[in-house]
């Protein structure tokens, strides 16, 4: 059984150039494991608190010197020779260290540094792979792989804003492998490039997580574009390729308007014009089509929309229990989308999976906007039993370190994908 011999941490990059941590696990048995943690740019109120520096004239105050040192002194002096013979231990622990609600002591990066590294190292010891290590942990057998969403067009705060709504992404769901979803989007990825540089003289720069950013004059563009690079593209709409939206709406809501543009709505005016694109775009999935505050609307566009797509919570829900517990007694939503960070430790992030799986949800595990090259997402949405996986597009390396694991994985295992609900 594991005995952590030391936990140390140092200061690494993400992919936007800013500071994250790695976080290193030493086990008396001479197993050493690391493991980084990455970091949002669009964030919930409700995430746990990512502890910075401060120090404006180190990278701007985005430093993280301080959580390295709360796992090398703090959180090492605790659990310094210690035996876990679970990971729910481990990560008990970690929550008594901090003491307080939203992790501001440690930091929810030092914490969340710990946690996966302790696992990763545990998986070693035990000489599974750590996919595997993931569904052990929760009592999970593997039947099926995640299904792809992988980001096509981004606006919002992963490019500049030049559009309000988030991110379009492809989903492939004529795909049977992992393979083939890859190949289809390279397609369709390449079509939209060609797409942006004919119609918008854009060159193929891209935002946060990869996806393209031609200056698109409304949200409805972005959609019209999308789909007009599926069928450039060869591919058919809704049959061999669909669409899911992150309209990130938190971000344009102020003072209870909604503001899409040119155009100010209410909360009733922006479920219409969301259910309005789910009927017109081969849309499966609109995540936070309202916003994180808006409580007594979301169970008007689940009512809304649900029949014909996923409604996804992010920012609404943060991956957090309690929130998640409340949308369900509202009947608010019917997906989570799952972010390890958002609530700190592996078993509180298996606690909100277990919730949503309870109510009947659809799960989707997800990255951030500034990842790493650590690929230990794809193994938490294969043995988690995630139905799809969100890691952004194909054209970074911080991404690609995750889909070229779950080609290694489809590799192993020769699993199907998971197939989404047919809604009509």
Same mark, same amino acid.
């Given at each position: 059984?594991?005995?952590?011999r030391?936990a140390?941490a140092y200061?690494?990059l993400d992919?936007?150039?800013? %500071?994250?941590i790695?976080?290193?696990?030493?086990?008396d048995?001479?197993?050493?494991?690391?493991?980084?943690? %990455?970091?949002?740019?669009?964030?919930?109120?409700?995430?746990?608190?990512?502890?910075?520096?401060?120090?404006i004239?180190?990278?701007g105050?985005?430093?993280?010197?301080n959580?390295?040192?709360?796992v090398?002194?703090?959180?090492a002096r605790?659990?310094?020779?210690?035996r +876990?013979?679970h990971?729910?231990e481990?990560?008990?622990?970690?929550?008594?260290?901090?003491?307080?609600?939203?992790?501001s002591r440690?930091?929810?990066?030092a914490?969340l540094g710990?946690?996966?590294a302790?696992?990763?190292?545990?998986s070693?010891?035990?000489g599974?792979?750590?996919?595997k290590?993931f569904?052990?942990?929760?009592?999970?057998?593997?039947t099926?792989?995640?299904?792809?969403t992988?980001?096509? +067009?981004?606006?919002g705060?992963h490019?500049?804003?030049?559009? %309000?709504?988030?991110?379009?992404?492809?989903?492939?769901?004529?795909?049977?492998?992992?393979?083939?979803?890859?190949?289809?989007?390279?397609?369709?990825?390449?079509?939209a490039?060609?797409?942006?540089?004919?119609k918008?003289?854009?060159? %193929?720069l891209?935002?946060?997580?990869g996806?393209?950013?031609?200056?698109?004059?409304?949200?409805?563009?972005?959609?019209?574009d999308?789909v007009?690079?599926?069928?450039?593209?060869?591919?058919?709409?809704?049959v061999d390729m669909s669409?899911?939206?992150?309209?990130?709406?938190?971000?344009?809501?102020?003072n209870g308007?909604?503001?899409?543009?040119?155009?100010?709505?209410d909360?009733?005016?922006?479920?219409?014009?969301?259910h309005?694109?789910?009927?017109?775009?081969?849309?499966?999935?609109?995540?936070?089509?309202?916003?994180?505050?808006?409580?007594k609307?979301?169970?008007?566009?689940?009512?809304?929309?649900?029949s014909?797509?996923?409604?996804l919570g992010?920012?609404f829900?943060?991956t957090?229990?309690d929130?998640?517990?409340?949308?369900?007694?509202s009947?608010a939503?019917?997906?989570?989308l799952l972010?390890?960070?958002?609530?700190?430790?592996?078993?509180?992030?298996?606690?909100?999976?277990?919730l949503?799986?309870e109510?009947?949800?659809?799960?989707?595990v997800?990255?951030?906007?500034g990842?790493?090259?650590?690929?230990?997402l794809?193994?938490?949405?294969?043995g988690?039993g995630?139905d799809?996986?969100?890691?952004?597009?194909?054209t970074?390396?911080e991404?690609?370190?995750?889909?070229?694991?779950?080609?290694?994985?489809?590799?192993?295992?020769?699993?199907p994908?998971?197939a989404?609900?047919?809604?009509?």
């Amino acid at each position: 059984m594991p005995v952590v011999r030391n936990a140390s941490a140092y200061e690494i990059l993400d992919s936007r150039g800013r %500071p994250t941590i790695a976080v290193k696990i030493e086990l008396d048995g001479g197993v050493v494991a690391e493991a980084s943690v %990455p970091s949002g740019a669009s964030t919930g109120t409700a995430e746990m608190l990512e502890l910075r520096d401060g120090d404006i004239k180190r990278y701007g105050g985005k430093g993280c010197r301080n959580a390295v040192n709360n796992v090398s002194t703090m959180i090492a002096r605790e659990i310094n020779g210690t035996r +876990f013979d679970h990971q729910s231990e481990l990560d008990a622990k970690l929550l008594t260290i901090d003491g307080t609600s939203n992790k501001s002591r440690c930091g929810a990066n030092a914490i969340l540094g710990v946690s996966l590294a302790f696992a990763r190292a545990h998986s070693i010891e035990r000489g599974v792979p750590l996919y595997k290590h993931f569904a052990d942990m929760i009592g999970h057998r593997i039947t099926h792989l995640p299904q792809l969403t992988i980001n096509l +067009f981004s606006g919002g705060k992963h490019a500049g804003g030049q559009v %309000p709504i988030q991110d379009v992404l492809g989903v492939p769901v004529g795909a049977k492998t992992i393979d083939e979803s890859l190949s289809m989007m390279y397609a369709l990825y390449q079509s939209a490039a060609e797409l942006g540089m004919r119609k918008y003289c854009a060159r %193929p720069l891209v935002g946060d997580e990869g996806g393209l950013a031609p200056p698109f004059q409304s949200a409805e563009e972005m959609l019209d574009d999308s789909v007009a690079a599926i069928i450039a593209a060869g591919l058919r709409p809704s049959v061999d390729m669909s669409l899911a939206v992150d309209v990130a709406s938190s971000h344009f809501h102020s003072n209870g308007r909604y503001q899409l543009g040119d155009d100010s709505l209410d909360s009733g005016g922006m479920i219409e014009r969301i259910h309005a694109w789910v009927q017109k775009y081969p849309l499966v999935s609109v995540e936070d089509g309202l916003a994180e505050d808006d409580w007594k609307n979301w169970p008007l566009l689940k009512a809304r929309i649900s029949s014909g797509a996923l409604v996804l919570g992010d920012d609404f829900l943060c991956t957090n229990p309690d929130r998640i517990s409340r949308a369900i007694e509202s009947d608010a939503a019917n997906a989570l989308l799952l972010k390890v960070n958002q609530i700190g430790t592996l078993t509180e992030a298996a606690a909100a999976l277990k919730l949503a799986r309870e109510a009947g949800w659809h799960v989707t595990v997800s990255a951030r906007s500034g990842e790493t090259e650590d690929h230990w997402l794809a193994d938490l949405a294969t043995g988690w039993g995630g139905d799809q996986i969100k890691i952004g597009s194909i054209t970074r390396s911080e991404r690609l370190a995750k889909y070229n694991r779950l080609l290694a994985i489809e590799n192993e295992l020769k699993l199907p994908l998971k197939a989404l609900p047919i809604r009509g």
